[in-house]
């Protein structure tokens, strides 16, 4: 599986960006998504979660609650977060994965086997 994320960018505190992440898989429906995050000089830390096929179910970092939406459009393989009222802390590179059921431990790197390349998410102050 292949995934490309894409969406990142530059953005001032209080705004806002949705992420994209498109698989080239297409039975993408049957993989839970999940996405993380890695600022600089920081190891990279959960962010989200989505289960496979409806999505019915979703986790979130704390820091996430309240403020990041993931979401699914299995007609288009993509898994999206959206970032509301984002802050310079939340500065990081930002990395969709994706793995078969089941996951187990859906806030570990570990779950996941298949990892896009990163989008890069900078918020000024």
């Known amino acids: 599986v292949q995934l490309q994320a894409s969406g990142g960018g530059l953005v001032q505190s209080g705004g806002s960006l949705r992420l994209s992440c498109t698989a080239s898989e297409p039975t993408f429906k049957n993989y839970a998504m999940g996405w993380f995050r890695q600022a600089p000089g920081k190891q990279r830390s959960f962010v989200a979660y989505?289960?496979?096929?409806?999505?019915?179910?979703?986790y979130y970092a704390d820091f996430a609650k309240g403020r990041f939406t993931v979401s699914r459009d299995n007609a288009k393989n993509t898994v999206y977060l959206q970032m509301n009222n984002l802050k310079p802390e939340d500065t990081a590179v930002y990395s969709c994965a994706a793995n078969l059921p089941p996951v187990h431990n859906w806030y570990a790197e570990s779950e996941y086997s298949y990892w896009g390349q990163g989008t890069q998410v900078t918020v000024s102050s």
């Open positions: 989505i289960t496979n096929y409806s999505g019915s179910n979703t």
